[in-house]
């Protein structure tokens, strides 16, 4: 595997014909982050990978100077799984002036659900990937799905910016109990460790009570008719609602467990309950210091 620090480094490792497959990551690689290199490596194209802890997507009260740093066990994660290039830029090669040009996401997607809860995470996320794919210029890159939102912020970018980029979602990987793999868990207690899966339980409940309301709409198909449609929808905000209060009631904080349309994240409608695959379970809560997130389609 060859390093690079500097985008002619990467240049000139890439050479003319580019068509790599680009995985970009923040670094403490876990199995999760290795599956999407796997994805990326199934693609037959040279493999590269980038290690950049974004300041631009923290806010000034979160883990930026914290956020776990792991070079060296990173890159042995990254050959073991036949990374050829590691783009490993500093701050000042990636962002050698101020960085006042932003990629501003779409109202109604990079300001709800975890862009309300962190104003300015998705432009800084959108900013750095645009940059990143400048630098690599790829055929290809590889998001996972934990990250739901992001995946369609980035797949929105790629589309309305006609980049000749395709993006491909892996899925998320899992500890035997559950847990949804993220740098962050490193975070946890013990104690919080064993809690973490609760998480992903209450999405799954929640998932459960969704799908049941909306086979109980579609039963009354044809024409269920709107006050049927309205009292399907206030049952789902409830079970929205319920499975907040469930979580809190073990102790921790959530910002929000909610469904959602797969296509947009937008609030579903009675049509959405009339057909299967169209929704999405998604959570975010804080245990402890360790924020988490989590989704499930269904």
Not at 39 to 47: E, F, I, N, W
């Amino acid at each position: 595997m060859q390093i690079v620090r500097t985008v002619s480094e990467l240049r000139a490792a890439l050479g003319p014909g580019r068509s790599a497959v680009f995985v970009p990551t923040m670094g403490n690689l876990h199995e999760g982050h290795l599956s999407l290199m796997r994805l990326g490596r199934s693609a037959g194209a040279p493999l590269v990978a980038s290690i950049f802890v974004n300041r631009l997507q923290f806010a000034p009260h979160e883990d930026f100077a914290s956020y776990p740093r792991t070079f060296e066990p990173d890159c042995e994660k990254l050959r073991s799984v036949g990374c050829d290039v590691l783009f490993a830029p500093d701050e000042r090669e990636l962002y050698p002036v101020e960085q006042t040009f932003r990629v501003t996401t779409p109202h109604g997607l990079g300001d709800i659900l975890e862009g309300q809860f962190r104003p300015g995470f998705f432009e800084g996320v959108a900013t750095v990937v645009l940059k990143l794919f400048g630098c690599v210029q790829p055929a290809a890159a590889v998001f996972g799905m934990k990250d739901y939102q992001q995946l369609m912020v980035v797949r929105r970018m790629v589309t309305q910016f006609n980049l000749p980029i395709g993006i491909r979602a892996g899925a998320t990987m899992r500890e035997a109990d559950g847990l949804a793999m993220s740098s962050r868990n490193g975070y946890l207690s013990a104690a919080e460790r064993a809690e973490a899966p609760a998480l992903q339980r209450t999405l799954q409940a929640l998932a459960q009570r969704a799908a049941e309301l909306a086979g109980e709409y579609r039963a009354q198909a044809p024409s269920p008719g709107e006050a049927a449609a309205a009292r399907a929808l206030q049952a789902l905000a409830q079970a929205e609602r319920d499975a907040q209060a469930a979580l809190a009631a073990r102790g921790w904080t959530p910002d929000y467990l909610v469904v959602r349309r797969r296509a947009d994240l937008a609030q579903p409608e009675s049509g959405d309950l009339l057909h299967g695959d169209r929704l999405v379970a998604l959570g975010a809560a804080r245990l402890g210091t360790t924020r988490l997130i989590d989704n499930l389609e269904f």
